[in-house]
């Protein structure tokens, strides 16, 4: 087997650092104090989640994993293991479970491992705290009703990354380590590289146009890695275009054409009450709730881009024949149309800029639009600190940024 070039070890490291959490909490990671481990989970399913805990502290502990194990098992093993640590004199070790897209799976069942982690920090004296992170306000309000009783209400709300947080962030992920095995002139040389391309005002301008329509932290990751990934190994360096092409690649042209040049005025209306909703915390709507946001608006403005019912379902169906939106679920097929539930498959960013660049689109919806769209990026980072651990919050404000 032959061995990798500078170029694809390079390739490889970097793309490592973008997928790994601990990399990006390392300021934590290297505090002074050793006592804290993080355990990152997403909570799209409740049985994957709590496999992975259990993996995790079986791998802690040189413990044997049972793949077999249903999720009850793996939450008596969880609070058996909290017990544990208490009962050998280890409570001074800090378990900190952080919950990633926290509201994204609460539609998917009964929250059983949010209540199950709840439950164990109750019932068992352990130094634990879970943190959930989401980006809406009403995440909380999300809970089931014994997941809330148990819930500490003590909210953090974030702002976007400043641009010297952004800077200090890209030098963090995208330069190569002196003291690492690469040829010393090859480092040099990438870093140096690195360093022009993040100077130079073009990519800034690029960057801010970015952070502007995707402003949170793990945007920028799935931008960075995918200018990454096209890195052209012949001369092992980065390179202005790759990020340029990143970017094209992450604006889906199709929706944005969808709505520059396709959509009419009353289409324009029904998407804009759509992202409405969605900012509004309104996962799930249906055309009658549509409507009455279009009601909303035009009492607001008092437009004469007023439309009877009947046009506006027309107008509805033609949206989702162009797949700019479409049903939320398969199930409810015998519900008429304008009860079913719906959503965009258009990005918000998608829709401010189709709207920009649309020859009649009125004044009013300009304002609305604009009006959801730096709202929700003054929201774009909402942690909701879920244990009794007050002590801990200034910590994790800071390295969480």
Not at 64 to 74: I, R
Not at 186 to 198: D, G, L, R
Not at 354 to 380: E, N, Q, T
């Amino acid at each position: 087997m032959s061995k990798e070039s500078p170029a694809e070890e390079s390739l490889n490291l970097i793309r490592g650092k973008l997928c790994d959490h601990t990399f990006i909490f390392r300021p934590l990671s290297a505090s002074s104090d050793s006592n804290y481990r993080f355990q990152l989970l997403s909570l799209l399913d409740d049985n994957c989640a709590s496999k992975e805990i259990a993996r995790h502290l079986c791998m802690e502990h040189h413990l044997l994993v049972s793949k077999m194990a249903s999720f009850d098992e793996n939450s008596q093993f969880i609070i058996a293991m909290l017990r544990f640590f208490m009962e050998c004199g280890l409570a001074h070790n800090t378990i900190i479970f952080l919950l990633l897209s926290l509201h994204s799976s609460f539609h998917l069942g009964k929250q059983r491992l949010l209540y199950s982690l709840l439950d164990a920090m109750q019932s068992v004296t352990s130094q634990a705290v879970v943190i959930g992170i989401s980006s809406r306000l009403d995440a909380d309000q999300l809970l089931e009703k014994r997941v809330r009783s148990r819930f500490s209400h003590r909210k953090i709300l974030f702002l976007p990354p400043s641009k010297e947080e952004v800077d200090s962030l890209l030098e963090h992920l995208l330069s190569l380590p002196t003291d690492s095995s690469f040829p010393s002139g090859y480092v040099s040389q990438f870093n140096e590289k690195i360093k022009n391309i993040t100077s130079d005002t073009r990519f800034k301008d690029m960057l801010r146009t970015f952070l502007n329509a995707n402003s949170t932290v793990n945007s920028l990751l799935k931008f960075i890695f995918r200018a990454v990934s096209s890195m052209n190994l012949e001369s092992g360096l980065l390179s202005l275009e790759t990020f340029k092409a990143a970017l094209s690649s992450m604006q889906r042209q199709p929706k944005l054409e969808a709505v520059r040049a396709d959509c009419s005025i009353l289409e324009l209306y029904l998407l804009v009450c759509m992202r409405r909703l969605e900012v509004k915390e309104q996962s799930l709507y249906n055309f009658i709730s549509v409507m009455k946001e279009y009601k909303t608006i035009h009492d607001s403005f008092q437009t004469s881009d007023h439309y009877a019912q009947n046009v506006c379902l027309r107008a509805f169906e033609h949206l989702r024949e162009r797949e700019v939106i479409c049903y939320a679920e398969n199930r409810g097929q015998s519900q008429t149309g304008e009860y079913r539930p719906m959503k965009l498959l258009i990005l918000a960013s998608e829709l401010h800029q189709g709207m920009r660049s649309h020859a009649c689109c009125p004044v009013s919806l300009h304002f609305c639009i604009y009006a959801c769209f730096y709202f929700c990026k003054l929201i774009s980072n909402l942690v909701l600190v879920i244990s009794s651990l007050f002590y801990f919050v200034p910590l994790i404000c800071k390295t969480s940024l």
